[in-house]
């Protein structure tokens, strides 16, 4: 698998026509969920934020679940693209690739998740693997360690399957940290970690 594969893709979550009106729901409920819960948010705060009626709301999406499949879709794809800018300016060895992921997700909590990551808190309220968001949410992370893993296999082929799976507990460590605000700059401790280790790895493979 290649690094940037699938990046800013999440397959067969994306049903809905983005009208006008149901980007306005979306964007309501993005900021709502995230800030409230998914739970404590119902369909009619989420039609008076968005300017539009409960009737609008449900032509569009048809049901609260769907607006959370569409809140959670929507976050992982600007995620990704999010991602994909920081590993295409990396350089090309694959320490400064991983490194680029922390740097990646320091500046996106910085700007989108001051709660902790959105993934790991919708997760929180829908543990359910019937329900269609939680292979969203569980799609993210396993995204996350496939990519961990093959920027891994060029550092420490032997042993890329540990590395990746450290490299991506350091990973979500720091987001959990970040969203607890427990100290100061989790993802930057967790960054130089990653690069204590990695620098190692590479070290002892020869290899970058």
Request: hydrophobic share 40%; aromatic share 6%.
């Amino acid at each position: 698998m290649g690094t940037t594969e699938g990046l800013g893709r999440v397959e067969g979550s994306r049903r809905i026509t983005m009208t006008p009106g149901a980007r306005r729901v979306l964007d309501a409920a993005t900021r709502l969920f995230y800030e409230r819960g998914i739970h404590a948010v119902g369909v009619d705060l989420i039609a008076a934020e968005a300017g539009v009626t409960k009737k609008t709301l449900y032509d569009r999406f048809g049901s609260k679940e769907r607006i959370v499949v569409e809140y959670l879709a929507d976050r992982d794809e600007r995620w990704r693209a999010f991602l994909a800018r920081y590993l295409d300016a990396a350089q090309p060895a694959s320490v400064a690739r991983a490194l680029a992921v922390f740097d990646a997700s320091r500046a996106w909590s910085a700007e989108n998740s001051p709660k902790g990551c959105s993934m790991v808190n919708a997760h929180a309220e829908i543990s359910d693997p019937s329900h269609p968001a939680h292979s969203i949410i569980t799609g993210q992370k396993q995204y996350m360690l496939a990519l961990f893993t093959d920027l891994a296999r060029d550092i420490a082929p032997d042993g890329a399957d540990r590395l990746g799976r450290t490299l991506m507990l350091l990973h979500e460590g720091a987001l959990v940290a970040h969203g607890l605000s427990i100290f100061p700059d989790p993802i930057g401790h967790a960054r130089e970690q990653a690069q204590a280790l990695l620098t190692a790895g590479e070290g002892s493979t020869g290899k970058g």
